[in-house]
Nanobody, 128 residues
């Protein structure tokens, strides 16, 4: 079975930092782009970051650019999201997701419909 296990969420004050992890099993990790999404209370889910499957390439939503850093460790089948200078607007459930990089035509890493698998998410709460 494919599993994406997100962890690292918690309660933090504005300006603080958290590091999220997502351990992946049941698939060939290096064949997949990994993405982070989040859903704030009362809002639709939005894309946060993409981490490429091979070359160390990342992209970010404008709202988190310069504050969040995505990375992956293929030896550990794990993707990370380092979140710095957190704001109350960052509050929400953070989800990791996987997209096969062999899909034809290629699917985007920053859209819900491009994802093949989703984790259950981890809650991040940022207080004012």
């Amino acid at each position: 079975d494919v599993q994406l296990q997100a962890s690292g969420g918690g309660l933090v004050r504005a300006g603080g930092s958290l590091r999220l992890s997502c351990e992946v099993s049941g698939l060939t990790f290096s064949d997949y782009y990994m993405s982070w999404f989040r859903q704030a209370p009362g809002k639709e889910r939005e894309w946060v970051s993409c981490i490429g499957s091979g070359v160390d390439t990342t992209s970010y939503a404008d709202s988190v650019k310069g504050r969040f850093t995505g990375s992956r460790d293929n030896a550990k089948n794990t993707v990370y999201l380092e979140m710095n200078n957190l704001k109350p607007e960052d509050t929400g459930v953070y989800y990791c997701a996987a997209s096969n990089n062999l899909s034809k035509p290629p699917r985007p890493c920053n859209k819900d419909y491009g994802m093949d698998y989703w984790g259950k998410g981890t809650l991040v709460t940022v207080s004012s």
